[in-house]
């Protein structure tokens, strides 16, 4: 099974820019990969996918701030985040979906100071 970490979280201004990395255990090539964010009281919800061929797709709210990669030599999926607003804070999870299971890491707190 693998497993998911997340890192590079941390405290930031408002206009800052985070870089956040999933780290897998095992190979994540063929696989649809997914950030998704869960704010204080708030539902998660899904920020960007990155398809097993290299697509990407993301919530209008980060569109143009918001950059979704891989490097599947390394297992990992990366995410950039820029512009960042006070909005953007929560905690940010790694996630993919395999035989009908869903796959989460631990998440890293991003928090944005206005």
């Known amino acids: 099974q693998v497993q998911l970490v997340e890192s590079g979280g941390g405290l930031v201004q408002a206009g800052g820019s985070l870089r956040l990395s999933c780290a897998a255990s095992?190979?994540?090539?063929?696989?649809?990969m997914n950030w998704y964010r869960q704010a204080p009281g708030k539902q998660r919800e899904l920020v960007a996918i990155?398809?097993?061929?290299?697509?990407?797709n993301y919530r209008d709210s980060v569109k143009g701030r918001f950059t979704i990669s891989r490097d599947n030599a390394k297992n990992t999926v990366y995410l950039q985040m820029n512009s960042l607003k006070p909005e953007d804070t929560a905690v940010y999870y790694c996630?993919?979906?395999?035989?009908?299971?869903?796959?989460w890491g631990q998440g890293t707190q991003v928090t944005v100071s206005s």
């Open positions: 095992g190979s994540i090539s063929i696989k649809a």
């Open positions: 996630n993919f979906w395999e035989l009908g299971h869903d796959y």
């Open positions: 990155i398809t097993s061929g290299g697509s990407t």
